[in-house]
């Protein structure tokens, strides 16, 4: 038998990871993500699937994010039955996260015809929050470090990947060969976060670049936090942090806390952490003591000196205060949710700060902001941006060049060959080179929809 690696997803991209491996009739998915940021790219989510979902064995998971997880829900409501596998981490994420996307999905749709500015009528989802309920129940959580069969008769292993709750390095053996995705990988040293696990060996690597072309500041993360809110207050405005629920805002959160107790931040500073999920990701969190570095009485800590606000009533008051506060909010790069309405208000005042922690990508609002966009569009309307924006790089929860090359140097041979993938372009050729270069190994930056052979 002849096996087979597709690249269907997070090839020029850092969106819709999607690795189709196939051992003659046999095919199993590596992550199901949606495409996110530029339109070519969200087309792609309604175009035809390259292969039949009714002919997909079984699907693994890297971990929960919608670039990693959030085309299941379309799959498996085009047939797809089989098992999905992944930690039990992303499983609890994915029971928050996919109903919400269908959600949000079904909102857009209704809004784009209440509004009329769609181009398409009536304005569909992509799938609904019944689609994404019905999907969770194919999910089978799986140990980090045991190996588990795969229907078709591939073994994997997950590895804990720092980077967000739950994340993992996929290693596949099948055929007598042995596959490894490092997923998205998280930094070594993080303040919450576990570092990656070595992987020994592989005879084929697909390996992450979103930052293979950057090295991160090395600056303490709380003290420019620091720097950035007590310059907004004292303007009376509010910072807003767009973030997804989980992620990054329990590290903004953390941060933030540690700041209020040495003083360096107001003690009666108001943070709120607006999410209909925000209660159920730190639930998530305190629940997973082996993924991070906190103790519980830690874990507690921080997550009680937050206000949550589940209601969109609530919200939408919070939206009209005038106090000087920290909000953070999801999507972390506004490309949907509850972010859009405050961005609406908080946008165009110069006295307000909106503050990224993390990677923007290309063709999404967070990636057009960062940039300088004098105004973005949201539901229709332009929205001048005359805030303070800064983009807080150092509190990413991606590794940066340097870290991903610790990370392959714990290889104790090289792989035949090494898949260069979910980087923007020049991201992924810069990793490429280097690891050619520095570890002379065997490297390539696959096309999107390209078919390998492995030998
Ligand atoms: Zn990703």
Not at 10 to 18: C, I, L, P, Q, R
Not at 74 to 97: M, V
Not at 229 to 234: D, E, G, N, P, S
Request: proline share 5%.
């Amino acid at each position: 038998m002849s096996l087979t690696l597709s690249f269907l997803g997070a090839a020029g991209t850092v969106t819709g990871s999607k690795y189709l491996v196939e051992n003659g009739s046999d095919r199993i998915f590596i992550d199901c993500g949606l495409f996110q940021g530029y339109k070519a790219l969200r087309l792609r989510n309604w175009a035809q699937l390259a292969v039949d979902p009714r002919s997909i064995k079984a699907v693994v998971l890297t971990y929960a994010h919608l670039d990693h997880s959030g085309y299941l829900p379309l799959l498996a409501k085009n047939g797809f039955r089989g098992p999905i596998f992944c930690s039990e981490a992303t499983l609890e994420l994915c029971g928050i996260l996919l109903p919400d996307s269908g959600h949000l999905q079904e909102k857009d749709a209704e809004y784009a015809n209440r509004h009329g500015f769609s181009k398409h009528k009536p304005a569909l989802p992509l799938y609904t929050e019944d689609d994404a309920q019905r999907v969770l129940k194919q999910f089978e959580p799986i140990h980090f470090d045991e190996p588990r069969g795969l229907p078709g008769g591939g073994i994997i292993v997950l590895r804990r990947m720092g980077h967000i709750l739950g994340a993992a390095s996929v290693d596949l053996a099948w055929e007598g060969r042995r596959l490894v995705f490092s997923g998205d990988m998280g930094r070594y040293g993080d303040d919450l976060m576990v570092d990656p696990v070595a992987v020994d060996g592989a005879d084929y690597l697909v390996v992450e670049s979103t930052y293979g072309d950057r090295l991160h500041e090395r600056s303490d993360p709380g003290e420019a936090l620091a720097d950035v809110v007590v310059r907004t207050i004292h303007r009376g405005g509010t910072v807003l942090i767009p973030a997804f629920a989980v992620g990054r805002a329990q590290s903004v959160l953390f941060h933030l806390e540690r700041l209020k107790s040495a003083g360096r931040l107001p003690a009666l500073l108001p943070i709120f952490l607006d999410s209909p999920m925000a209660i159920d990701a730190s639930e998530i969190f305190c629940r997973n003591p082996l993924d991070h570095r906190l103790s519980p009485q830690q874990c507690h800590a921080f997550a009680s000196g937050v206000r949550y606000v589940r209601d969109s009533e609530d919200s939408k008051t919070l939206t009209a205060s005038q106090m000087a506060k920290v909000i953070i909010s999801a999507s972390g790069m506004a490309t949907g949710g509850r972010i859009l309405h405050h961005l609406k208000h908080y946008g165009p005042d110069s006295r307000n700060t909106i503050l990224f922690t993390g990677y923007q990508a290309g063709g999404t609002r967070g990636a057009a902001i960062v940039a300088g966009a004098q105004s973005v569009k949201i539901h229709g309307a332009y929205v001048p941006i005359r805030a303070e924006v800064r983009n807080l790089e150092m509190l990413s929860a991606h590794a940066d060049r340097g870290e991903i090359l610790r990370w392959l140097k714990g290889f104790e041979r090289p792989p035949k060959m090494t898949f260069v993938t979910h980087g923007e372009p020049a991201a992924s050729d810069a990793l490429r080179h280097r690891v050619e270069e520095e570890l002379h190994w065997a490297a390539t930056v696959p096309d999107h929809g390209e078919k390998v052979e492995l030998t």
